[in-house]
């Protein structure tokens, strides 16, 4: 595998439900993001890891919950969502997310529906 | 508060040239990227500009003017496979990524 990989690329949850969301990266940065993406709006983060440390949380709703065990992977977990979280869920990764211009490479995402 | 504009769809002709605008107002101003997303797949980064001009990478080219809050990609000898949405984003004084909705690119025969 190379890039960013994200699994599952589709999702379908009930409310009630729990579920995870996994990203992977293969290109030994140490920077992952969670991104949502809805039509028509733009990119909004969610989540930020430099070195596996949280430093970014832009008021997201305490029903998503990171975790970053290591450099190269990132969760999402997911509960009690409500339909308004339908989205398509990206991963990205960097080489470091302060000041220098290192752009940041996205996974494939997971296209998630909330019934 | 913070702010990025872009036309929301464009239509051009195969072979042609398009330029797709992007205007900003962010708290600070570290770099301009540029992204081409396909349907159903991740966005790819395609131009970073963070000082004034023009930058120039086969067909595709990127310019940046500072004191207008103004971007544009250039798109030359389009194709079919061009037919993508493009992300601007801009980094601010946290060096955080300001998105913009996406320029969805139409490219007919």
């Known amino acids: 595998e190379t890039g960013v990989t994200q699994t599952p690329r589709h999702l379908v949850m009930g409310m009630t439900n729990k579920k995870s969301l996994k990203c992977e990266q293969h290109?030994?940065?140490?920077?992952m993001y969670w991104y949502k993406q809805s039509a028509k709006k733009p990119l909004e983060l969610m989540f930020v890891y430099s070195l596996e440390e949280r430093v970014e949380n832009n008021s997201v709703p305490s029903r998503f919950s990171p975790e970053c065990p290591n450099s190269s992977h990132l969760f999402l977990h997911l509960h009690t969502l409500q339909p308004e979280d339908s989205a398509l869920y990206l991963c990205?990764?960097?080489?470091?997310?302060?000041?220098?211009?290192?752009?940041?490479?996205f996974g494939p995402g997971t296209r998630l529906t909330v019934t | 508060g913070q702010n990025i504009d872009q036309p929301t769809e464009m239509t051009a002709t195969e072979g042609a040239i398009v330029q797709i605008n992007c205007t900003y107002q962010?708290?600070?101003?570290?770099?301009l990227f540029w992204y081409q997303q396909h349907a159903g797949e991740a966005p790819t980064f395609l131009s970073y500009?963070?000082l004034d001009g023009l930058e120039e990478k086969g067909r595709f080219s990127s310019f940046l003017s500072r004191s207008k809050g103004y971007s544009y990609l250039l798109l030359k000898e389009l194709q079919m496979k061009d037919s993508a949405s493009y992300l601007c984003a801009v980094r601010d004084s946290n060096y955080q990524l300001i998105w913009g909705a996406g320029t969805k690119l139409i490219i007919k025969p």
């Open positions: 990205a990764s960097s080489q470091d997310q302060s000041d220098l211009p290192y752009e940041q490479y």
């Open positions: 290109l030994g940065h140490n920077a």
């Open positions: 962010t708290s600070g101003f570290n770099g």
């Open positions: 500009n963070v």
